[in-house]
């Protein structure tokens, strides 16, 4: 038997109907609730035949763990879990296609699911091919990663990869430049050349990347922070490292 989850909010169900409708089994929507923002999610389930029941607020706040749901929450088939083996298809697809360079992230070891939603929302509107995280000790795709990123989670590939450092060393012979982000940089940000094929290694909350993951980087660059604050979220982080980089490939 297939594995299920709830997701909830308009944009996170939404993206599901639009990316996966057949993973959709049946929503939940807040009784009295007919407003515009609903209304085109609930022609398209309509569309695809998904059975839609009215609840009360207090039944979709059980459903959704006591999470902000707008009213509009969804039993899913869980999204499928991509590994190593994807991974290197999609770098071969990439580097196949003339019109695309090779442009990933890595997160590792980020636990918090508000902190991998909101840098799969940074991917998807950077451009990132993929996000490429370890099997352990780190977030998966759950239902408050789905909401935080606002459907960015059904559109940017998520690898779970069982060995991050031997993962970081193939993408290193596939050509791709690994630049890591870190407190004891060989630059700062700003001067670091973004151009090629690159991935863009973040640590973990608090933590920075672990040793073996900053020795298995190509370089370390640094966000240079001019007030009192000596670190900045994962998610702020990553969005500026990722917008530098889609600066310098205009």
């Known amino acids: 038997m297939k594995k299920q989850d709830i997701t909830f909010g308009i944009h996170a169900v939404g993206a599901v109907l639009e990316n996966s409708p057949e993973r959709v089994i049946e929503m939940w929507v807040l009784q009295g609730r007919d407003d515009k923002r609903l209304a ?23 459903k959704s763990s006591g999470a902000q749901h707008q009213g509009v929450v969804a039993k899913v088939k869980a999204a499928k879990v991509l590994n190593d083996n994807e991974l290197s ?44 995280v370890p099997k352990d000790n780190s977030v998966g795709l759950t239902p408050v990663v789905s909401k935080v990123a606002c459907g960015a ?9 069982t060995n991050l ?55 370390l660059v640094s966000i240079p922070m001019v007030g009192s604050v000596s670190s900045l979220n994962v998610s702020v982080a990553t969005g500026i490292c990722l917008f530098e980089a889609v600066r310098q490939r205009l």
């Open 153 to 161: 989670a059904e559109i940017v590939p998520l690898f779970q990869v």
């Open 40 to 62: 085109p999610l609930l022609t398209k389930a309509v569309e695809y035949g998904v059975s839609i029941q009215y609840a009360s607020r207090k039944a979709l706040d059980d």
């Open 165 to 219: 450092a031997r993962t970081m060393r193939y993408l290193q012979e596939q050509g791709v430049w690994i630049v890591g982000a870190a407190g004891e940089a060989d630059c700062e940000l700003y001067q670091a050349d973004l151009k090629g094929p690159i991935a863009i290694a973040m640590g973990a909350e608090g933590k920075g990347l672990r040793r073996l993951s900053r020795e298995s980087c190509d370089t």
């Open 89 to 132: 298809a999609l770098l071969a697809q990439v580097k196949a296609d003339d019109t695309k360079t090779p442009f990933f992230l890595i997160l590792d070891g980020v636990t918090d699911p508000h902190n991998l939603g909101a840098c799969l929302r940074n991917a998807d509107a950077a451009g990132v091919q993929g996000v490429i």
